[in-house]
């Protein structure tokens, strides 16, 4: 307790001299922008929060001149003095906290931090939907603090990011919760609940916000730059089974479960239709099939690419006709701004086009409050400074990344280390003294920000440290100074793996191993350590890192994504045992050689007969170096069905099930439309999963349940396995608890047929929780 004791006042130390350092918190920049305050003309409908907010829209827009509209069209939305509507910037971030990337967020005033939480691909590891949802809370909290502290220009956030991880080599796959559809829809839903101030399920008051989410990017959008192909002209060829059950299930459950008030639609074409200019996804799709209720933005500059570099447009004046006739609302940038005046006088634009954009546009501001008088004075007036950068905010931010750490290998319980025994330290590499390093991209100016370094400076006195190389890229290093340092220490913990030059916007990977001469430094040091050497990989993509997952001189590896302003601690809680992880990768670690596959080909099924192997765990087939949902513990944790608690439905007497077609090849399936929401309503039921932790330490556990089929993936292009839920459990040693998960066949035995129908094959299906037990369920009339 000594250690650790020592280690928390070392920290404690350092966290209160930059939070004295920093700018008085209370004082307020200025007053926020509003309208239809104090001296606002009487009776006027779009000021009467009486009135249903369609109504107040509409009286609005009626009173704007034409010019007045198209200047609104833009993420830079000008001031109309002339009806005391303030300017709003449409554009501002909050990815993992609130940020000051964007244009409507300022925080160089009173305000110059906010809670930066770990980059969303290792929040996602914890497998906690109550974790999301407590950060998005924490984010709509303190972006109406901004705010109300007159640091902002807007209250529309645009996070979270879902598009599916489908390659590894991805630069902004860490911005995504991972490569599974349901787990990142659900992340979706949570997360934007908690942002807009929504309970974390049940009904939505959808006429109040506390701050609007927006998801990103719709769709098929997972490409930035890989070998001259960029995301400004990929056309991705996408099909329509790949759609229904990869690249649009999570926007899908971003706006029917989460309500979300915003999406954005992205740089790419789909089929050869930009995302932007497609009214099938936008209108049919988006708005009447699922229910949106909100905005649609542009991705910044995405509607002048129309014209400018895809050429599906021939004029500036077509691309503004194409974009707000499919459903746009507001474009990041001044294009649509700028030809809007000549689009509607050559007669490709009408008034009425323009009036529906600008409803969706005012009806969220008017949502968020900002038309119904001082926003200090409403629901959400009380959220004030001394609400940012609280210390129960940045606690969550320390749980998120303790709860997301992966252990992915411990041999020999080189892990944790002693406090008692280890009497000195070795750490090594360009990652372990650089606090913006932990912090990926998107991010905000940090509430605090303390290394891995000086964290462990507090745990063991005699630490010595040595970069090794100079950054991820490692082209210039210092390989013999670690070997010293590393010869003459107790143990060696290394901080390598990739940084925001290797992967970010607009950078694509071209390899899966460690960048330069990383694998030489690492091995070099581990020669010369006394003891097999602990390797902590920071970096948001998977990396090939089987050269250390072999070498018995590597005891252990630690993922740690990058973990935010409290990472260098949770880090260091771990690698001691004040923490037990129980992170789950939420993406599969390919081996190198899957760089062979183009990164252009959007299949996800495998293609035996072409040797296309496929993409993520529930299509691949291939090897891997760490598999999804994979993930060690310093417990042991045990897991069986409950057979008095799970009991699959009775297939008798459901009328729907009569409804059976069947494939080219002659096999049976159920088209779940045609069961009907009755029959399918009858056919859920409870699985309940017995868990303990039998080890010796307490921990939190997330329980994943699996559906496979019969014979895993066949000519169906059934997934060889899909999770279909799961659970966090924190347990004591030696406690048992049960979970109960609601099974749903036509939600979680479907699949989507070639031509995008939901189908349930006929005959068995298999339900999974970890490797340990499954049952089976026999899926016929």
Not at 395 to 415: M, T
Not at 593 to 599: A, H, I, L, S, Y
């Amino acid at each position: 307790m000594a250690g650790r004791a020592r280690s928390s006042l070392y920290v404690a130390a350092a966290l209160l001299l930059q939070l004295l350092l920093a700018s008085p918190p209370h004082a307020a920049a200025s007053e926020p922008p509003y309208t239809c305050g104090a001296g606002a003309p009487p009776n006027i409908p779009f000021c009467d929060t009486a009135l249903p907010i369609d109504r107040r829209v509409d009286d609005l827009v009626a009173r704007m001149t034409v010019e007045e509209k198209i200047s609104q069209l833009g993420d830079e939305s000008p001031a109309v003095p002339r009806l005391g509507v303030p300017a709003y910037k449409w554009w501002s971030e909050a990815l993992h906290g609130v940020s000051d990337h964007g244009r409507g967020v300022h925080l160089d005033g009173p305000l110059r931090a906010a809670t930066s939480f770990p980059q969303v691909i290792l929040t996602a590891a914890s497998f906690n939907p109550h974790i999301w949802y407590r950060i998005g809370q924490v984010i709509g909290v303190e972006a109406r603090a901004v705010y109300n502290n007159g640091q902002a220009e807007g209250l529309t956030f645009w996070a979270p990011n879902i598009n599916v991880f489908r390659d590894p080599r991805w630069g902004r796959g860490q911005e995504t919760p991972g490569e599974d559809p349901t787990m990142t829809g659900k992340y979706a839903a949570v997360f934007v609940r908690g942002v807009q101030g929504y309970g974390i399920a049940g009904p939505v008051n959808s006429t109040d916000l506390e701050a609007s989410a927006c998801c990103k990017h719709f769709t098929a959008y997972d490409l930035e730059n890989w070998k001259g192909v960029t995301r400004y002209v990929f056309d991705a060829q996408v099909t329509a089974q790949d759609l229904e059950d990869t690249y649009n299930p999570p926007f899908k459950s971003c706006v029917e479960d989460g309500h979300a008030s915003g999406i954005m639609c992205s740089y790419n074409r789909v089929n050869g239709v930009p995302t932007c200019a497609d009214y099938n996804l936008l209108s049919k799709t988006a708005r009447q099939s699922w229910g949106f209720y909100g905005y649609i933005t542009s991705d910044c500059d995405a509607v002048s690419i129309i014209h400018d570099a895809q050429g599906y447009a021939k004029t500036a004046e077509d691309a503004v006709a194409d974009v707000l006739k499919a459903g746009m609302d507001v474009n990041c940038g001044g294009y649509v701004q700028q030809h809007g005046a000549s689009a509607l006088q050559q007669g490709k634009i009408t008034v009425q086009d323009i009036d529906r954009a600008l409803h969706n546009l005012f009806a969220v501001r008017m949502r968020l409050g900002l038309f119904n008088g001082d926003p200090r004075r409403n629901r959400y007036g009380n959220i004030g400074p001394d609400q940012v950068c609280t210390q129960e905010h940045q606690n969550l931010a320390l749980e998120a990344a303790q709860d997301g750490i992966v252990l992915l290998k411990n041999d020999g319980g080189a892990l944790p280390l002693s406090k008692s025994r280890c009497t000195s330290l070795g750490v090594i590499g360009f990652n372990a003294d650089n606090a913006t390093r932990l912090l990926g991209n998107y991010y905000g100016p940090p509430c605090v920000t303390v290394t891995p370094l000086q964290v462990l400076q507090g745990y063991v006195k005699e630490t010595r440290f040595a970069a090794g190389c100079n950054a991820a890229a490692c082209n210039v290093t210092a390989i013999p100074e670690a070997v010293q340092v590393a010869s003459s220490v107790d143990s060696v913990v290394l901080f390598m793996g990739l940084d925001q030059d290797q992967e970010r916007e607009e950078v694509d990977r071209l390899d899966l191993t460690l960048p330069g001469q990383q694998q030489s430094l690492i091995e070099s040091v581990a020669n010369a350590a006394k003891k097999p050497v602990i390797l902590v990989l920071l970096c948001g993509g998977p990396v090939d890192v089987s050269f250390a997952k072999t070498n018995p001189k590597i005891g252990a590896i630690l993922w740690a994504g990058y973990p935010g302003e409290a990472g260098g601690l949770a880090i260091a809680q771990v690698l001691f045992g004040e923490h037990n992880p129980g992170g789950r990768l939420p993406v599969t670690w390919y081996p190198q050689d899957f760089t062979k596959v183009p990164m252009t080909d959007m299949r996800m099924r495998a293609d035996p007969a072409t040797g296309y192997p496929g993409r993520t765990y529930r299509f691949y087939r291939g090897p891997t170096v760490f598999n999804f949902g994979y993930g060690l513990s310093y417990s042991k944790y045990s897991h069986r069905f409950v057979a008095s608690g799970t009991k699959p439905p009775s297939m008798s007497n459901i009328a729907g099930l009569k409804a059976l077609a069947t494939t080219a090849d002659g096999a049976a399936m159920y088209d779940v439309e045609a069961i009907g929401s009755e029959a399918c309503e009858r056919l859920r039921f409870p699985a309940v999963v017995r868990v303990q932790n039998y080890g010796p330490m307490e921990g939190k556990h997330p329980v994943l349940l699996f559906l496979r089929g019969p014979n895993g993936t066949d000519g169906s292009g059934r997934p060889a396995r899909q999770l279909i839920g799961f659970r966090s459990l924190h347990l004591r040693a030696m406690q048992t608890a049960h979970v109960e998960f609601d099974v749903s066949p036509c939600k979680h035995f479907s699949r989507a047929s070639e031509d995008g129908r939901k189908v349930i094959d006929q005959g068995s299906h298999f339900v999974m929780v970890g490797e340990e037990d499954e049952f089976e369920l026999s899926f016929m009339a």
